[in-house]
């Protein structure tokens, strides 16, 4: 071979290298331009998912069980949400698709029992390809069984303790990519912040309806409630009556026995009077030592018979002071009026117990006192505000 042919060939030879090279390089940024395509999608996917659920997910659908929007939304058809009960320490499913009612019932998890019980108290996802080889799948306690692939996420709070567990099933085998996983952490993200925030507003909504020493319902939120009922019972024709109870000689107590143990008293009477009441009624702390029971679906006479039986409940209960020693007896007065019986509107109907109450008082207290229509307060005892129930003025007894 001449020394030009030996120069031709190792320079084909390096041609063919550097198109190797090129062609290497070529398919590495084709690699690399796929990647980068797949991420932006998957980016713009979890964006588009974080949008939907942000406008589209409400708290109160989830807690009705109602998930057909999130099947609709995600292009599944079987996951169910668990939380935990403090009260038990345990998982419940309490929203669900494609998981019978029955399953729902049985299926209650004792953490770290199961999957979920696992991601529950580990706060980590797991993802199942095949739950056939899982042992610790348990098949909803063996209610529902169905194979597939699963993926089980941890909800967590702002301080990333877990509160419950998001199931998400398919009844393929490895039936979930990369990408679906990270599209279903956003989801139990969203899902969290959403149950954790409705949490938040509805602990102070319950504060701010709530009398802070007795733990009932507050003024406030008893008028509320007042209107409601009043509303639907003139709706079905109903009758509903209102019972004004006076806790007798209140100030006596607190000077013999001071402020603190008339406070404890005030949370035991409550207490008492929200035992031996109806879960129907609305039991409110009026203000100072005042009550209001609204008993609905009540007759004016049925109503006067409940009242009695709370006023023998107090008359015969022995009230004991912190240290264990009796306290003095506590007794209550109730002024009772009853709708449509004795007026028309919810605040007249209050106005009229107000004074049903009053005369009661006049009469000695520990008594029921019924409105009636021949009632005439002395002008001192109708208060500053005639359209303000519960307001007796300067010249009202001392309780």
Known sequence: MSEEQANRERETAELRRRVAELE?????LRAVNDELSERTLELFSLFELSYSLGSGIRYDRLKDGSMDFLGDLLGIDQFSLMLLDPDDGKLHIRAALGIPKSVRRKCVLTPPEGIAGMVFTTGQAVYVPDVSREPRYL??????????????????DEDDKPFGVLNISKPEIDAFSESDQKQFGALAFQIAVIIQNFTSYTQLHELSQTDELTSLANRRSFFESLEVEHDRHTRVGKSYTLLLIDVDFFKQYNDRHGHLEGDRALRELAALLKKRGRQTDILA?????????????????????????????IAEHRFLLADGRPAADLSITVGVASYPDDAAESLQVLAKADQALFVGKTRGRNTVAPYTPDI??????????????GRRGKGELES
Do not use: H, M, W
């Open 376 to 389: 005439v307060l002395p002008e001192t005892a109708r208060g500053a505000k005639g359209d303000d129930p």
């Open 285 to 313: 702390r009026y203000g100072g030592e005042e009550f209001v029971v609204c008993a609905t679906r009540t007759t004016k006479q049925d109503g006067i018979i409940l009242a009695d039986a709370l006023r023998t409940a």
């Open 24 to 28: 290497a390089e070529v398919a590495r």
């Open 139 to 156: 098949y909803y306690k063996g209610a529902y069984k169905q194979g597939g692939s699963l993926i089980s996420l941890p909800l967590l």
